[in-house]
């Protein structure tokens, strides 16, 4: 034997990790998969040739063993213990009070990472070699399914480099994503067979089948998201923890965040939630983890679940009907959104008959079409979306979408965000972008214009009264009695309110206006910092990003805006007016306000502001809207019924206000 073939063998099967890992681990291929086939079909040649080389832990052992007489079982090395969850987000703010409580003065660093809807895995490495994997069983006791996770392309069958562990045990959850159920039913629809109905139970069934060439052939995948028995491990908290995984070649689970308080991460959740849709596997919910190892250890675990972790959940209900047609809708800042139309269906108690599509790359993904049975899933307070397109159920009768490539509402040619999925309409003229962009201008969080609603701004676009922001300043009472349903007092009232939004200052001016990435916290930042529109439109792209929480493409964004043809007029415009271009002098810097620095919650049944709107306006004063009462809270604000919140906040001698004592104190600055 050669000893140029053994060091072959080894530079082939080196490589061939290596580029496991660029695809499965970094997400970020280096060659092609027929390069990579060819990869792996030199080695298992080779190998062929000198069998006395072949070793476990080589790529081309992934399905070497025979099917098993049956699944044996053994004993977790430490228990898979369960975790304890809510669906409800109060409870949650709940947990992280008591987490506080258990833990009196200390800083606690919160993980959010996705709950994958799959099937619990333990896989043991020992000296590096994968040597068993359990299902999470009874939690004491787990089946063997080590024959199956050696079929996963996910799962490295030796850890990379030199200094692993001698024992590590690693958690995670097997998966299907949804384009491979797709794929499998199709199969399943031509060989004459019932089609499964969701990759949870497909992954179930697979991960326990005796024969692991089978379980090879669904083409699982498996995340790691925590640690079990292991011995050696330099991590010191979770973060580090999933760093140090994916230097071994384990594919540790995607989107994790880390944040300082646990209202950070509970606001992270709400909107982590609405991103779900892109991914082509399944979330249930989403897991909260105390980051520090060390704080684990000290709260520890009741005879059910670990005190450190929850998972906040939501009700998923899905159902399957005709998607009958897809129209587009034009948005404030020209984004065109695909809306798929349903044949009505009924969805937690509520009839779906609309779902969105998102964006072009996400039908083009799912090869959704028209007349195509598809997946409906509605989960909490999401939008309903399409999950998956049932293909094995197409007649030929369905019908290819093809996005349009001009302007449903004025024609304008459509273009794609350079390095985006977003396709727009390019023409600030538009008339569906104008009536977006003038119902937000009036909202409460931006120039709040009492009066000016949906079916007002409607008939003023149509009637051609207004053609820009600054005609909302030219109008006159008589023109707007005119209109229908309109008379002289509401026209009174609507322009008294017009001529009122003069002065609410350059933040609320600067929230109103649809700049892209431009809400009410950028806003106020860039108030604070320059004062005047005259400052904002003489800074550079870079001084605008040297403004704190302002990144490159915010200051770009604000930079084009306030340069292009459009933009100038836009403010030349209102400027001609009377509209007040300067910040008020609460806003003038950060530190100033009677709300600066000051920590406020607000709870119960509000009168005269939504939730969103009176943090929106606490942050506006220089304060900070938190979601729980601590001693740390400044202001309790209590509207009708409120409950617990109010009891902790007497409890801790926090100041409560009623909402009009806290209109009082807004209006001393």
């Not at 909260?288 to 675990?301: H, I, S």
């Not at 044949?343 to 937690?348: D, F, Q, S, T, V």
């Not at 964004?557 to 933009?567: I, N």
Request: glycine fraction near 8%; charge should be negative.
């Amino acid at each position: 034997m050669s000893n140029d073939v053994a060091a072959e063998i080894e530079r082939l099967r080196e490589a061939i990790r290596y580029h496991e890992r660029k695809y499965y681990v970094d997400t970020a291929p280096e060659i092609s998969d027929l390069e990579f086939d060819r990869l792996l079909k030199r080695l298992e040649a080779i190998e062929a040739e000198h069998l006395e080389l072949v070793t476990p832990d080589s790529p081309t052992q992934r399905v070497g063993e025979s099917p098993v007489a049956h699944l044996e079982q053994f004993e977790h090395r430490l228990p898979m213990l369960s975790i304890d969850n809510t669906y409800n987000v109060d409870e949650l703010r709940a947990y992280g009070r008591k987490i506080e409580k258990l833990l009196p003065g200390e800083a606690i660093e919160w993980v959010v990472e996705l709950k994958i809807d799959g099937v619990a895995v333990s896989m043991l490495y020992e000296n590096g070699q994968l040597t068993r994997a359990l299902t999470r069983g009874n939690g004491q006791v787990g089946d063997d399914i080590t024959h199956n996770v050696r079929t996963i392309r996910d799962v490295p069958l030796r850890l990379l480099g030199e200094r692993v562990p001698p024992v590590l045990e690693v958690r995670g959850e097997v998966y299907m994503t949804n384009s491979r159920l797709v794929e499998i039913n199709q199969q399943r629809e031509s060989n004459g067979e019932e089609p499964y109905a969701n990759t949870r139970n497909v992954t179930a069934g697979s991960i326990r089948l005796l024969d692991p060439s089978h379980c090879a052939e669904r083409k699982l995948n498996v995340f790691c998201h925590g640690v079990g028995a292991c011995e050696g491990l330099q991590a010191k908290d979770h973060v580090g923890f999933l760093e140090v995984l994916r230097s071994y070649g384990l594919p540790a689970t995607p989107l994790v965040q880390c944040f300082a308080t646990f209202d950070d991460a509970v606001q992270h959740c709400e909107s982590l939630i609405e991103t779900l849709h892109e991914l082509d596997f399944e979330v249930d919910g989403l897991v909260l983890k105390v980051n520090r190892f060390d704080q684990r250890e000290r709260l520890g675990a009741t005879s059910k679940s670990p005190r450190w972790l929850i998972a906040y959940k939501f009700e998923k209900y899905e159902g399957v009907t005709t998607l009958n047609e897809i129209r587009v809708q034009v948005g404030k800042t020209g984004a065109i959104t695909p809306v798929a139309e349903l044949e009505p269906i009924e969805l937690a108690g509520t009839t779906v008959s609309r779902a969105s599509l998102h964006n072009a790359d996400e039908i083009e993904r799912k090869d959704v079409r028209v007349g195509d049975r598809v997946v409906v899933e509605k989960a909490g307070k999401i939008i309903p979306h399409v999950v998956r397109v049932e293909k094995h159920l197409r007649d030929g009768r369905q019908q290819a979408f093809h996005f349009p490539t001009h302007c449903p509402e004025c024609a304008a040619e459509l273009i794609k965000d350079e390095g985006g999925v977003y396709i727009r309409c390019p023409n600030p003229s538009c008339p569906a972008q104008l009536k977006e962009r003038l119902r937000y201008f009036a909202s409460r969080n931006a120039m709040d214009i009492e009066g000016l609603g949906d079916k007002l701004v409607e008939q003023l676009v149509g009637e051609k009264l207004i053609s820009g922001y600054g005609d909302l300043y030219r109008l006159t009472v008589d023109g707007v009695a005119a209109l229908e349903r309109m008379g002289a007092k509401s026209a009174e009232n609507l322009i008294s309110a017009i001529q009122a939004s003069k002065n609410r200052g350059l933040e609320r001016l600067l929230a109103a206006l649809s700049i892209r990435h431009v809400g009410t916290r950028v806003a106020m930042l860039l108030a604070r910092h320059f004062g005047t529109i005259d400052a904002l439109h003489s800074a550079s792209v870079e001084s605008l990003g040297d403004v704190d929480e302002i990144g490159p493409i915010i200051a770009e964004s604000v930079y084009q805006f306030l340069h292009s043809d459009f933009g100038q007029h836009v403010i030349d415009d209102l400027r001609s007016e009377g509209v007040s271009m300067e910040a008020l002098e609460r806003d003038t810097a950060s530190g100033q306000g009677v709300l600066a620095g000051k920590t406020l919650v607000v709870t119960g049944t509000l009168s005269k502001y939504t939730r969103d709107e009176i943090q929106a306006l606490i942050s506006q004063h220089g304060g900070r809207a938190s979601s729980s009462v601590s001693k740390n809270t400044d202001y309790l604000v209590a509207g009708e019924k409120a409950g617990s919140k109010l009891a902790k906040a007497n409890q801790l001698g926090v100041q409560v206000l009623n909402e009009d004592e806290f209109v009082q104190l807004l209006a001393e600055t």
